[in-house]
């Protein structure tokens, strides 16, 4: 059931708390991009049942309100001031695609409340030569924009994503093309696509400039050194991975001082899914107090 939060500055945050109250250390859900708080739902049984899920929409998704300008730092703190209106003293965060910097935003700025940190298919910093080597022809393209003509990005967008309210099956079957047969199969599941479909519809109910909006956030200068994020981190990687290729998530891990790198040889991008049951035994793991201080 949706929830609002309302922030200091007035803005308005829509998110969901849902699963098990009692369950073992709540997650903090960071969606990708574009996506939005209703990609919870895609999530499989192995994966959400026995723990308790927290995700918020980011500014411009679904029915948060729109908050051009902010830095990453800033939307993982709504992140912050939801788990203190929620009364929660300590968590786990995993972010998916797009949702990943900000999950690690969210460790920076709170290590001692985030016990561990999840990845899943995530991007890294542009700084970083590996990461930089590893961008497809779009990824340059879109950073190229983002930092020299964010007016004609916004034009794209709207020019790309136009009819997805209608006929977001369209966008989906196109996505799905490009990663391989295995996960056209996967997504053009009935069940799959009908969650895939509102979650879509949801992300752009407001149009796209939430989508511009992130895509900024994510391609500018990081606000913090991943050196210096002293929380455990799980890099959940697929080896077929079209989006976010391998490389960087080995990127990631060779940077993270507390990070666990963990290839899945047959996953593709779409490993939230393919490969829920090995996602869900890494955050059953108990971080004990002794280690989490360990690694502060």
């Known amino acids: 059931m949706k929830r609002s939060l309302t922030l200091d500055s007035g803005h308005v945050v829509s998110y969901e708390d849902i699963g098990d109250p009692n369950g073992r250390l709540p997650v903090l859900f960071f969606h990708g991009t574009p996506s939005s708080r209703l990609q919870l739902k895609l999530l499989p049984a192995a994966l959400r049942d026995g723990l308790r899920w927290i995700v918020f929409d980011r500014p411009g998704y ?9 830095t990453m730092t800033e939307v993982a703190a709504m992140g912050e001031v939801l788990v203190s209106r929620l009364g929660l003293d300590a968590f786990q965060v995993l972010g ?42 779009q990824d ?8 020299r003509a964010p007016w004609l990005l916004r034009a794209l967008l709207r020019l ?12 989906v079957a196109q996505f799905a093309a490009k990663m391989g047969a295995s996960d056209w199969s996967l997504l ?38 991943l050196e210096d994020i002293r929380v455990p981190v799980h890099i959940w990687q697929g080896a077929q991975d079209r989006v976010n290729r391998p490389q960087v998530g080995l990127a990631l891990a060779a940077h993270l001082p507390a990070a666990q790198f963990h290839l899945l040889e ?31």
């Not at 991007?123 to 030569?129: C, K, S, V």
């Not at 340059?140 to 930092?147: D, G, M, N, P, S």
């Not at 949801?202 to 990081?222: E, K, S």
């Open 62 to 70: 679904g029915e948060s309100d729109r908050q051009p300008g902010l």
């Open 266 to 296: 047959s996953g593709t991008h779409t490993i939230l899914l393919t490969h829920a049951v090995e996602i869900r035994a890494g955050l059953d793991q108990d971080v004990g107090p002794d280690r989490f201080a360990e690694t502060r």
């Open 160 to 171: 790309r994503m136009a009819g997805v309210q209608r006929r977001p099956e369209r966008f």
């Open 140 to 147: 340059h393209v879109l950073f190229t924009l983002v930092r």
């Open 96 to 137: 998916f695609s797009g949702g990943g910097p900000y999950a690690l935003a969210c460790a920076y700025a709170m290590p001692e409340r985030v016990r561990c940190v999840h990845l899943a298919g995530s991007p890294g910093p542009a700084e970083l030569p590996e990461i930089w080597s590893a961008f497809r022809l």
């Open 188 to 225: 053009s599941a009935p069940d799959v696509l009908a969650k895939l479909c509102e979650d879509l519809r949801g992300a752009l109910r407001q149009g796209t400039a939430g989508m511009a909006d992130d895509f900024a956030v994510l391609n500018r200068p990081w606000p913090f050194r």
